[in-house]
C-alpha cells in the first residue's frame, strides 16, 4: 500500500485489491485514478512507467493514455492516429475523503462511510498503521468491534485476565448506514493514551463490509474514537488503516498516540491470523455464539443479506494521503 507522497503526478503507485493488481496514478489535476496495472498493447505493467503531461505512460514502448483511458501518443508511430484503447484499458472508482485514497472495482452500491470527528476542530486526528495482517479481511473487521476479548488478547491493557468482566446486555439496530451496537462498558487498567484506568463505554458501528468505527467515552465529555479499514488484498492477506480522533491530552505526544495502537494492533494480529477458517463464517451454525458476540454476529448476518463474503462493488481500499477530497 502506499502513503499519499507515493501518488503523485510524477510516479504512479502498484497496489492489490481482492486479488488485482492496481495502479494508482494521479492526472496533471492532481485527480487519483485507480486503473487495472496494465498496458493493453503488450501487457506491460503501468506501475512501472511514469506520469508525463497529465498522461500515464507504459515502460515498455511509451505509450501514453489521458484519464479518459485513451490512448493519445504512440512514439514509435507519432504522426498516425493513435488506436483505440478504451476497450483494453480497464478503469475502476477512486475518490480521496478523510486523507485516504478509495478504489472500488466495480460500480459502488454503498456511499463512502461516516467519520463524524473528521471535521470537528476539537478532536485531534493521527493516522496509523498501516498494518498488515495475514489474515481475511472481514475476520479482522468482526475482531474490531469485540469488545469480549480485552482482557486476554490485551491483558493488563484493555482489561484484567485474572478479574474479567462479564459483558452486560446490549442492543445491535441495524440501519441504512450499517450496524451499531448500544454501549458496551467495560473497565481498562490503561484505558487510554495516557497509561490510566478507566470504566470504557464503547458504541461500535460497522458502515461497509470493510469499514467500521468506535466512539469510546472515557469521561463526561472525554472521546476517543477510531475510524478503521481493513483493505482486502487477497482472500488470507489485509492491511488495516487507521484514525485515531481524540479531544483530551494535548500534551500527548504522536510517539505515545501510535505506541498504544501499535501495540495493540500486534496482539490482535497474532490472534486473527490463527483463525480458522480463514474466511468469515457467514452461517452462523459454523461457530458458537453466546450475548457478549451479538455485535458480531449481526455484522455476519448483515454481509449475509448483502449478498457478501467479499465484494467488490463496495469501497475496499484505503490507501492513507492528505489533500481535499476529489470525486471522479
Known amino acids: 500500500m502506499a502513503r499519499s507522497a507515493d ?98 472495482l466495480d460500480e459502488p452500491s454503498r456511499p463512502l462511510p461516516p467519520f463524524p470527528e473528521w471535521e470537528k476542530t476539537a478532536f485531534r486526528k493521527e493516522f496509523a498503521g498501516p498494518y498488515h495482517y495475514k489474515a481475511n479481511a472481514l475476520r479482522a473487521l468482526e475482531n474490531f468491534i469485540d469488545a469480549s476479548h480485552f482482557p486476554f488478547v490485551h491483558a493488563n491493557l484493555n482489561g484484567l485476565p485474572d478479574a474479567p468482566e462479564p459483558i452486560k446486555k446490549y442492543d445491535v439496530t441495524r440501519d441504512d448506514s450499517g450496524v451499531h451496537s448500544s454501549e458496551i462498558s467495560v473497565f481498562q487498567p490503561y484505558g487510554d493514551h495516557r497509561g490510566i484506568p478507566v470504566t470504557a463505554r464503547y458504541l461500535y458501528s460497522v458502515f461497509n463490509p470493510t469499514t467500521a468505527y468506535f466512539e ?66 457467514l452461517d452462523q451454525r459454523q461457530e458458537m455464539h453466546v450475548g457478549s458476540d451479538r455485535m458480531g454476529l449481526e455484522y455476519r448476518r448483515w454481509l449475509r443479506a448483502l449478498g457478501e463474503n467479499n465484494r467488490s462493488d463496495t469501497w475496499q481500499v484505503t490507501l492513507a494521503a492528505e489533500g481535499n477530497a476529489n470525486d471522479r
Open 216 to 281: 469510546k467515552k472515557t469521561g463526561d465529555v472525554e472521546r476517543f474514537c477510531t475510524f478503521f479499514n481493513a483493505t482486502p488484498v487477497d482472500e488470507d492477506e489485509c492491511v488495516i488503516w487507521l484514525i485515531v480522533a481524540i479531544n483530551f491530552g494535548h500534551e500527548l505526544t504522536r510517539e505515545q498516540i501510535l505506541d498504544r495502537q501499535n501495540k495493540v494492533f500486534e496482539q490482535d494480529r497474532h490472534i486473527v491470523e490463527s483463525q480458522r477458517p480463514a474466511r468469515l463464517p
Open 7 to 104: 501518488v503523485n503526478t510524477e510516479s504512479p503507485k502498484a497496489i492489490r485489491l481482492l486479488g488485482e493488481d492496481l495502479v494508482l496514478w494521479r492526472d496533471a489535476n492532481n485527480v487519483v485514478h485507480a486503473w487495472k496495472d496494465y498496458c493493453g498493447h503488450r501487457g506491460a505493467r503501468l506501475s512501472l512507467g511514469c506520469v508525463k503531461q497529465g498522461h500515464i505512460e507504459c515502460p515498455y514502448h511509451g505509450w501514453r493514455y489521458n484519464a479518459d483511458g485513451e490512448c493519445t501518443f504512440v512514439p514509435a508511430h507519432p504522426d498516425k492516429a493513435t488506436p483505440s484503447a478504451r476497450r483494453l484499458v480497464f478503469r475502476h472508482h477512486a475518490q480521496e475523503k478523510y486523507g485516504f485514497i478509495w478504489a472500488c
